[in-house]
């Protein structure tokens, strides 16, 4: 593959004019050059944004969302790279499934991936997965107890196993179950409080947050109904202004079929769906001067990366060539690709876009339009990301 040169406003820490020749990874980056690609006015070019928790589906839960539809979404929404979660059917945690999965991305992911494993039934130490991801109903499982000493990372959906009382859900199941696991690299995924965000950071872990635990007026039907649940405005509140302590945010992108969301309250399976609103949702933050730009670029990008521990999320010379070029504009949100298109988040007013998303140094996504590339998984080491 010929060395493109890309040419525009660039974010290197600060936001200049510059030139990126690169290949599938970054070659160099200069004042001048006779650029292939050129960005338009009005638009910035920033590290490949990373979403390290997605529910993709796929397999035989692919009439709700499948590896092609959940990948185009992603780009769509400026995303180079999303972790996938292992509650899907079959359930992946054993060599099987984890090879399975990994088959069907390989073959259809439109951008990079990694996948998390479940608490294993089975050694999957040496296999090429992000980590493992710890439900609930885990959390007394004798298996947990060894995974947590791995020195991969665990991710926690942080509530005690009691959930499923859906009318006895309060913070404190959130904040009991971070004093049941121990270890490194412990990540607590979708905090919806701000005591989870505290105590998180205080015993060492780092944390997560969704746009919809920010945003959503509170679980009222089947499309807001999610696990854990959205909390009130004051909690709400407080959660945006620890933002500051948060290391990342996520999607938890959690696609549902048009029936299944139709079913009675009671009956309807719990899940979010809005792979492609975190990114523009993010900058949109730092153009109404929410948040610092530096902010935001950790938040999507850099800090993922750290916690993956990847090589992945700058603009640097050697780094993989992912970006994430973002418009200024206003517009109100609506997803484009994905088979879940209905979420509480449409019509949400942002003042940031996606202009173009680039992979492995393709455009993956510009404009409207995706572009058939193929992702890698980031944790195959055979792999060139
Ligand atoms: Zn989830």
Known sequence: MKNLWLKGKLYLDEIREACIEFDTTIKQIRANCVPDVEIPEGTIVFP?????????????????????SATKEATYGG??????????????????TIKEKLSEFEYYSRCNYGIYSGVPREDVETMPIAGYKIFPEDLEKEETKLIL??????????????????????????????????????????????????ISKAMGFTVDVTPHHLLVPGERDCLTKVNPPIRDITERSKLLSSIPQIDAMVSDHAPHSKWEKSLPYELCPPGIAGISFTVPFAYSLAFKGILDLDRVVDLISRNPSKILGIKYGEIEKG??????????????????????????????????????????GKIAYMDGEVLPVKGV??????SQR
Request: glycine content about 4%; hydrophobic content about 35%; aromatic content about 10%.
């Open 48 to 68: 490949g944004a990373v979403d390290m928790h997605v529910h993709v589906r796929g397999m035989r839960l692919s009439y709700k969302e499948d590896v092609t």
């Open 79 to 96: 995303l180079t790279l999303i972790m996938d979660m292992p509650n899907t059917s079959p359930y992946v945690n054993d060599r099987n």
């Open 149 to 198: 000493k791995s020195e991969k990372l665990k991710v926690l959906h942080p509530e005690v196993p009691l959930y499923l009382f859906r009318n006895m859900r309060g913070t404190w199941m959130e904040l009991a179950s971070l004093y049941m696991i121990n270890g490194k690299r412990v990540h607590i995924t979708h905090a919806t409080n701000s005591e989870t965000v505290r």
């Open 319 to 360: 780094y993989p060539a992912n970006f994430t070029v973002i418009r200024k504009e206003n517009w109100r949100y609506s997803t484009m690709f994905t088979k879940a298109g209905e979420t509480p988040l449409d019509n949400y007013p942002l003042d940031a876009r996606v202009y173009m998303t680039v992979v492995r």
């Open 377 to 382: 998984n980031v944790f195959d080491k055979n």
